[in-house]
């Protein structure tokens, strides 16, 4: 199976494709042909009291009949009424992890009698299938494939991991109260930047996922799986569930002028009142799909005759992250916090063409204070007022 370009932050809609039907069964089906395909196929399974992303083999290990009740600091596992297998709309983890793990061996280096010799980090063993990529987090993977494909020199490693993924989206059935991607255009309907979409779609005789093709690759696949056609009823029920879902969303965030707001107000004291909250404990980066910052290591055993070299993430609200000669260049909580907030909001549109956001809510959700980036942006709306540029 040829590999899947990585899309651009804002990739063209996919063509016209008329949609087919998968039952459960055929859902298996699409497990087993990918799986057949030499793919390492990662999906959502319930773990620790969350739902997160793992390998899976079996329809029975998705989340089913489970969905997540969220708020500003609250994340929970509830039943629901039926027995969706994607009735939940994003957990603690995202595709990051595999595309950018949290730590990653660049090299190794053994001594010899003679000098050194340095093995590269080995290739990953097979491609991803990712199945159930939200609409949001199809904007945050083409989000990094910017920032790590997009210039002058490409990070090879995530380029690696990258090529040839293929990508089952999931059209969102259920909105979290942390959502917001409607206010930034990322969903909750995917448009693009996928393999193949399914929508989930359950009613008192049937369940069913109404599937579109979005590449050559993924329309290959569905033609190999046990589908029927789908008639307007269909694609009309598959409509509505996506209109419940953005009419549904917990949270919005008014972007219109936005950047230029956080740039005028570096000293606005709303950045004092949530430093007063804020733990600076990264949770916000940590869970981020498109945060991308890191730190490099090196590592030597106690003989002396091994050393290697990792990637871990790192965080702007970590001291350390900006240490230089003299100190931090960002001592303070709210210098850390101002500077997140308005990199993610503001300064990512002048690097790299687009918010850094996708409204995924992570970031709100699993805050050990619940402070809200929403909330946050909106206090500042409501009472501008310019300050003179510099770090607290």
């Given at each position: 199976m040829p590999p899947t370009a990585p899309p651009d932050p804002d990739p063209p809609a996919a063509p016209p494709v008329a949609p087919v039907l998968l039952d459960r069964a055929g859902l298996q089906a699409l497990l087993d042909a990918l799986a057949a395909r030499g793919f390492d196929v990662i999906g959502p399974t319930l773990r620790d009291g969350a739902i997160v992303y793992d390998r899976i083999a079996r329809i029975e290990e998705l989340p089913v009949g489970w969905t997540d009740r969220q708020d500003a600091g609250r994340y929970r596992l509830e039943r629901r009424a039926d027995a969706a297998l994607f009735g939940y709309a994003v957990g603690p983890q995202s595709w990051k992890r595999f595309l950018h793990p949290p730590e990653e061996l660049l090299w190794r280096a053994r001594r010899q009698a003679d000098g050194f010799t340095i093995a590269p980090a080995p290739p990953p063993p097979a491609p991803f299938a990712f199945i159930g990529v939200r609409a949001c987090e199809l904007h945050a993977i083409a989000i990094q494939d910017r920032v790590f494909l997009g210039g002058a020199h490409q990070d090879p490693g995530y380029a690696a991991r990258r090529q040839g993924a293929f990508l089952v989206a999931l059209n969102c059935g259920t909105a979290g109260g942390t959502c917001f991607c409607a206010s930034m255009g990322t969903g909750p309907r995917a448009e693009a930047g996928f393999d193949l979409v399914l929508t989930e779609v359950i009613d008192?005789?049937?369940?069913?996922?109404?599937?579109?093709?979005?590449?050559?690759?993924?329309?290959?696949?569905?033609?190999?799986?046990?589908?029927?056609?789908?008639?307007?009823?269909?694609?009309?029920?598959?409509?509505?569930?996506?209109?419940?879902?953005?009419?549904?969303?917990?949270?919005?965030?008014?972007?219109?002028?936005?950047?230029?707001?956080?740039?005028?107000?570096?000293?606005?004291?709303?950045?004092?009142?949530?430093?007063?909250?804020?733990?600076?404990?990264?949770?916000?980066?940590?869970?981020?799909?498109?945060?991308?910052?890191?730190?490099?290591?090196?590592?030597?055993?106690?003989?002396?005759?091994?050393?290697?070299?990792?990637?871990?993430?790192?965080?702007?609200?970590?001291?350390?992250?900006?240490?230089?000669?003299?100190?931090?260049?960002?001592?303070?909580?709210?210098?850390?916090?101002?500077?997140?907030?308005?990199?993610?909001?503001?300064?990512?549109?002048?690097?790299?063409?687009?918010?850094?956001?996708?409204?995924?809510?992570?970031?709100?959700?699993?805050?050990?204070?619940g402070i809200d980036i929403t909330a946050e942006a909106a206090a500042i709306r409501a009472t501008p007022g310019k300050g003179p540029h510099g770090n607290a």
């Open positions: 008192a005789t049937s369940h069913d996922f109404l599937a579109v093709p979005g590449s050559d690759a993924g329309a290959a696949l569905l033609a190999a799986l046990p589908t029927r056609p789908a008639g307007p009823e269909a694609a009309a029920a598959a409509d509505a569930v996506v209109a419940h879902t953005e009419a549904s969303m917990g949270r919005q965030l008014d972007t219109v002028g936005l950047k230029e707001l956080l740039q005028a107000n570096p000293e606005h004291p709303r950045w004092d009142a949530v430093a007063a909250h804020c733990l600076a404990c990264a949770n916000c980066t940590m869970v981020c799909p498109t945060c991308f910052c890191t730190s490099v290591a090196d590592h030597t055993d106690l003989t002396g005759t091994e050393a290697e070299r990792v990637k871990r993430w790192d965080s702007c609200f970590t001291a350390d992250f900006s240490f230089i000669h003299g100190g931090s260049v960002r001592a303070s909580g709210k210098s850390r916090y101002r500077q997140w907030m308005t990199h993610k909001l503001a300064h990512w549109i002048d690097q790299f063409g687009s918010s850094g956001c996708v409204g995924c809510g992570r970031c709100i959700a699993w805050c050990p204070v």
